[in-house]
């Protein structure tokens, strides 16, 4: 059985194609999972809204929680590292996450990013130790075969490596960044783009998308077939 951690980002409550002025990551993401359960309805699915209820942003007590030794915290470090132990423990048990994550000024939403701020932990996710040969910080989720799946959206078009805005896309590669420091290297991402100018260009680049999420689902679904894959948009 695999568990698949569902995410969402977006500020916005409904999914397009069903809400007025509904989330296309929403869309895309509902539509993951929802093929993926077709596909395997026995696996586990946890559901987690970022965009609703994103998490708390990491203080300077949690900072200095995190930094003290488990067994060195007194009780109020505990409550203070309660919501990112409960994010870690979600992830940890996690086969394949799959998140709705929107562009918001070039990089990802503040509830996403308080997201990563409290996943990634030390001695829980990586490793650090100033006195280790070599780097002083390990990633701790290597070898445990997760996966991740960025489902995004764009009101702008041409975000995707080689294209014209790829240098300002800081939502996928930064995603790729952290989640690759933790460990999570098999990565796959299908993005929306189009929002703000509407009209036939948006409903293209929304019929690629849920194509290639049927293939990817088929594909990653199929336990024989593995894919690594990149980051990119859906209208190529
Ligand atoms: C606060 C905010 C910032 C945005 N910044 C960008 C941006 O930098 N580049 C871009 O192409 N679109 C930007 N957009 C447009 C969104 O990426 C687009 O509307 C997308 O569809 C939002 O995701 P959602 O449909 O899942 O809510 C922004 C939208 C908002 C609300």
Known sequence: MTSLLHLDASARPGRSGIDPHGSHSR????????????????DRILYRDLGQH???????????????KPEAREPWMHDVLAESDALVDELLEADLIVAGVPMYNFGVPAGFKAYIDNIV???????????????????MLTDMH????????????????????????????????VFGYLGIEDVHGIAVEYDEFGGEHLQVSLDQAERRIGALVESLATPQKTSRNIVAPSHD
């Open 54 to 68: 994103p998490p708390h942003p990491v203080s300077g007590e949690w900072i200095h929680a995190a930094f003290t």
């Open 27 to 42: 869309r895309l993401s509902a539509r993951f999972v929802e093929q993926w359960q077709k596909a395997r309805p026995g």
């Open 146 to 177: 997760k996966r991740l799946v960025v489902l995004g959206s764009r009101g702008d078009y041409g975000y995707a490596p080689g294209e014209r805005m790829a240098q300002a896309n800081h939502v996928e590669p930064h995603i790729r960044t």
């Open 121 to 139: 932990r030390v001695g829980r996710t990586f490793g650090f130790d100033r006195s280790r040969q070599g780097l002083p910080y390990w990633p």
